[in-house]
Every structure is written in C-alpha cells, then in structure tokens.
C-alpha cells in the first residue's frame, strides 16, 4: 500500500495503471488549466497531484478527529472514576497548604 507522501513518490514506486475520469464543466476545465499552468504541470499531473493532497487531508483530518473523541472519552472516564487520593499525595497536600500559608 502507497504511504500518504507526495503523488509523486507514490508515481516512483507504483506505475499508473488505473484510470479516472470525471465530467466537468467549461468553466472548470478552464480553472484547472490555468492552475496547472501556473504551476507549471500538466492538467493530468495538476488534477492529480490537487485531488491527492485533499485526499489525504481529509483523511488524516478524519483520523485527527476520531482520535481526540477516543482520547476525550478515556479522559472524561478516567476523571469519573478517579481513584481516591493515596497517603503520599495527602501528605504532599498538607505539606503544600503549610508552606502557602492556606
């Protein structure tokens, strides 16, 4: 399976055999093309390479998301369930009231 690096690692290590094709309007095709001559690349290698980067931030977006919500749960939970405070950090909590002045 391809790592997420740039399409063109991706292209090095794999050659294109697949096919994609999409129906767009004039107006689209004319934005693309003058991108892709900006950029200096080919309306294929500028479709591609702009469809790839969304892509793969969508996903690690999607991964990002999923999870800070299973970090989110584990902490909520732990907080719930919280073990109740051994000797050592009640003595460390006298200690600290002392020497503040509470």
Do not use: C, W
């Not at 294109?16 to 200096?40: D, H, P, V, W, Y």
């Not at 998301?65 to 719930?80: C, E, H, K």
Request: charged share 30%.
């Amino acid at each position: 399976m391809a790592s997420m690096g740039t399409p063109a690692t991706a292209e090095n290590q794999n050659p294109r055999t697949s096919r994609l094709e999409a129906r767009i309007t004039r107006e689209q095709r004319e934005l693309f093309l003058k991108a892709a001559a900006l950029t200096r690349r080919s309306l294929s290698d500028f479709v591609i390479a702009s469809a790839y980067e969304t892509a793969a931030r969508t996903v690690r977006e999607h991964e990002a998301i999923r999870l800070s919500a299973r970090d989110r749960q584990v902490f909520v939970a732990a907080l719930l369930k919280a073990p109740a405070p051994g000797a050592r950090l009640r003595k460390a909590t006298r200690r600290f009231k002392q020497h503040a002045g509470k």
